[in-house]
């Protein structure tokens, strides 16, 4: 009898700290910035991509509002996961088209990796803004795990 009782508190136990996050919410957000000679013969020394993770506590304490953000949700299955993907390529590709970089925040919030892509738009004037969009709508466009919404309040506010 003791012996199973032992046998439990070491199994909850090892449950428990198995489910222990590692991840420290008061870590500044890591900035990414790649730049590849391969894909940049130019070598101007501009990144090619440039985004931040945040935690839910620094969204809180950015902007009330964003020009774009893009959603990858779940419906109990996890996200698509080809999305995250298709939104990366299709920044790097407008980098490349447009020797623009465009800056996006990826703040996760949910369990089954639902996470918001932030985009101020500061980079861009009104029409490269909505240049951007349209061509991010018609690159999503059929996939029902990604939400685009424009002008949209942060949820972490």
Known sequence: MKTIKIIGIISFALTVSACKSSKNSNETPAKIETESVETNPTNTGKPL????????????????TFRLVVSFISFGAGTDPESKTILETYVYDYKLKNNKVVSYYMIPWGREGEVDCCFLLDELNASEQNYFIEGLKKVIQGRELIQINENMKSRFK
């Open 49 to 64: 991509v440039s985004m931040e993770y945040w935690t839910r506590e620094q969204a809180q304490a950015g902007p009330d």
